[in-house]
């Protein structure tokens, strides 16, 4: 909740600077066009000034002033926020986090040594997915065969939530970036209009490539981040489907030998 609340007020606080960062571009343009129209009074100055050549700047300054503060901060934000929970998403899908061999030999062991409390202790310090279930099992077998099932697919669905809820923020990441991207396109594109409707006759190429390129790489950014985002998400779900499918698998199978004396009674 927490997470969630922190990720929509800093995809409010940058959409405001959007705002903002438009409108300030939008002031700039129509000052500058009352400049040049008290200044062109004579008629012959102003084409002279509209050939003056642009000034030289890198790639990255380009970028910046494409973009503006705004679209820059809210893609590096959506960038680093994809791949923290990709990092965490990884991590958490490895196979030792969700069901360790060693555990699963330790644990199997015990319960052939009738060894239960071993067993549970095993279980219970380990905190990975098969730990956790396993765990749940062995509290509840006083309960009964049925009982320690159910618990154990209690717990299973809370871990495997658990980790659908931290993999489904990169699936909103890879839907917001696109949406981001056409909000810059339709930006840009009406900051090149706008340049166009302000400037008379012969606006300047420089002032129109600013709307537009504005609106491409926003487009270009958003699918950039977008595609590798869902690429992501959903190679990592089906891992922790199958993985999750391999803790039942397992927990049934090691839990299976205490349904036999519950019967025959």
């Known amino acids: 909740m927490r997470q969630r609340a922190l990720l929509f007020g800093t995809l ?3 959409i405001g600077l959007l705002f903002l960062d438009g409108a300030f571009q939008a002031a700039n343009i129509f000052s500058q066009t009352a400049v040049a ?20 700047m890198n790639a990255l300054e380009w970028l910046y002033n494409s973009l503006g503060i705004g679209y820059s901060l809210l893609f590096l934000g959506l960038s680093f926020t994809l791949v923290a929970f990709f990092v ?9 986090n969700v069901c360790p061999v060693s555990l699963v030999e330790g644990f199997e062991a015990h319960l052939n040594e009738k060894q239960y409390q071993e067993a549970y202790e095993l279980a219970k310090s380990d905190e990975s997915f098969l730990g956790q279930v396993l765990s749940a099992g062995l509290a509840k077998l006083s309960a009964g065969y049925a009982q320690a099932i159910e618990a154990m697919q209690e717990v299973g669905e809370e871990e495997n939530m658990k980790l659908e809820h931290r993999l489904s923020y990169m699936a909103l990441i890879g839907t917001l970036s696109p949406m981001v991207g056409l909000f810059g396109t339709v930006h840009g594109m009406i900051a090149a209009f706008m340049t166009i409707a302000t400037a008379g006759a012969t606006p300047k190429a420089s002032e129109l490539a600013e709307g537009i390129s504005t609106a491409l790489l926003t487009t270009l950014l958003g699918l950039a981040i977008a595609i590798p985002a869902l690429a992501a998400f959903n190679i990592l779900k089906n891992r922790i489907a199958r993985l999750v499918l391999e803790v039942g698998i397992l927990s049934e199978g090691l839990m299976s030998r205490f349904e036999k004396p519950e019967q025959q009674e």
Not at 37 to 56: F, H, I, W
Not at 88 to 96: D, G, K, T, V, W
């Open 12 to 14: 409010v606080a940058v």
């Open 37 to 56: 129209q008290d200044e062109g009074g004579g008629g012959a100055a102003a084409p002279a000034a509209a050939e003056e050549p642009a000034e030289d």
């Open 88 to 96: 965490m998403n990884m991590l958490s899908a490895r196979r030792e």
